[in-house]
């Protein structure tokens, strides 16, 4: 019998209906819609909006919709993994947030933290869970309200990050097909170049880090984009040749989207055109953990059963890393 593997059975995605344009930003902030088109590919983004809105209500609607076309109720999920930057608290997880919201009463559910990596290291986890029997349904969602951590005085950063969700289903499957292979990776003394500075237990909030500005997002662009850029190439090209794989076997790349000139890279180090590269971020900008599951949805009635799929992250950390799926169906 062949060995068991974790299939993607079903992705569903979620996007705030509010779009910030780069000609809004260019009143909020001193910038250009031309710069940011060049700089990164996006031309506009989704903002969360609502009194007491959280990661948690985007990624119950991702998984909401994906139960629904799967046609399965909450209460067969055996577990849930959230992988988000931007949790509703700092405790409990918001997994568990978000089964509540969902009625998943049988599921047990953590966060994974690994930045704009989450959703590939969150997948893996889940992965080996599958492939140990434990479990037969497995929920992962990537999901970040970026907008609650961000500085909208900040030029460098309100730009690039944008909020949504996404939400796969993970099957135990016998055909082969099914994530295949993954290699993550970190270096956390990256964190210097982007992190959170104040709200965390090395620098609890007090009225001073607020005032300081300290509770957004740290990024020195330029060192974070020379790691991105390299790495995530690097890893996309050895997840290929650790499984003996050449440009023409790949169907597609499906890159973390930070900035269009970091994918163009990757394809371009893995030797595949642009056809074949997933890309969103000219509508979404740079969801965190929501990009790689929200360019799943999008692109899923493209997909065809056994295609070679590659999928690549770089984040905070620093964190980075590759997945090979091979997936497991065709959407009717
Ligand atoms: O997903 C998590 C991981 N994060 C990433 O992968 C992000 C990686 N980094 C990047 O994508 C890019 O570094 C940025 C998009 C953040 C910035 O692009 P860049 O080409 O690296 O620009 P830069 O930081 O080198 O700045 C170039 C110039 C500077 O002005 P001077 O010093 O040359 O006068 C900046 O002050 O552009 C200026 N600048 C802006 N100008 C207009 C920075 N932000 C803006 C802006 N509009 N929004």
């Known amino acids: 019998?062949?060995?068991?593997?974790?299939?993607?059975?079903g992705v569903f995605g979620y996007v705030p209906d509010y779009v910030l344009t780069n000609k809004e930003l260019e009143v909020m902030v001193d910038t250009t819609d031309e710069w940011i088109q060049t700089r990164t590919g996006i031309q506009e983004r989704r903002i969360l909006k609502g009194e007491g809105k959280g990661t948690s209500d985007m990624g119950a609607a991702?998984?909401?919709?994906?139960?629904?076309?799967?046609?399965?109720?909450?209460?067969?999920?055996?577990?849930?993994?959230?992988a988000t930057t931007t949790p509703d608290m700092q405790f409990p997880a918001t997994a568990n947030i978000i089964t509540d919201k969902i009625g998943a009463k049988n599921a047990f559910g953590f966060d994974i933290n690994a930045a704009c990596s989450g959703f590939i290291y969150a997948l893996t986890t889940a992965t080996k869970f599958i492939e140990a029997g434990s479990y037969k349904k497995i929920v992962v969602?990537?999901?970040?309200?970026?907008s609650s951590i961000i500085n909208y005085e900040d030029r460098t950063t309100c730009i690039i990050f944008g909020d949504g969700a996404g939400a796969v289903l993970l099957e135990p499957s016998t055909d082969e097909n099914g994530i295949v292979d993954s290699i993550l990776k970190s270096?956390?003394?990256?964190r210097i170049h982007l992190h959170q500075k104040a709200g965390?237990?090395?620098?609890?909030?007090?009225?001073?880090?607020?005032?300081?500005?300290?509770?957004?997002?740290y990024q020195e662009g330029q060192s974070v984009y020379k790691f991105a850029v390299t790495n995530m190439a690097e890893v996309s090209?050895?997840?290929m040749e650790k499984n003996h794989l050449v440009a023409d076997?790949?169907?597609?790349?499906?890159?973390?989207q930070a900035n269009k000139r970091i994918i163009d890279a990757t394809a371009s180090r893995m030797g595949i055109g642009s056809e074949?590269?997933?890309?969103?971020?000219h509508k979404y900008g740079n969801t965190t953990n929501g990009t790689i599951p929200l360019c799943l949805w999008e692109w899923e009635s493209q997909l065809k059963k056994g295609d070679n799929i590659v999928l690549a992250a770089f984040g905070g950390g620093f964190t980075w890393g590759a997945v090979y799926i091979k997936w497991a169906y065709d959407t009717k």
Not at 1 to 9: G, L, P, S, V
Not at 187 to 190: F, I, K, T, V
Not at 276 to 281: F, T
């Open 141 to 146: 969602v990537g999901g970040d309200k970026m």
């Open 200 to 217: 965390g237990s090395s620098k609890p909030a007090s009225h001073e880090t607020v005032d300081a500005k300290e509770h957004y997002v």
């Open 276 to 281: 074949k590269v997933m890309l969103n971020i």
């Open 237 to 239: 090209a050895e997840i």
């Open 187 to 190: 270096d956390g003394s990256g």
């Open 249 to 256: 076997d790949i169907a597609w790349l499906v890159p973390h």
């Open 1 to 9: 019998m062949n060995k068991t593997r974790a299939a993607i059975t």
């Open 62 to 82: 991702a998984v909401l919709g994906l139960l629904a076309k799967k046609g399965i109720d909450a209460s067969e999920i055996d577990l849930l993994i959230c």
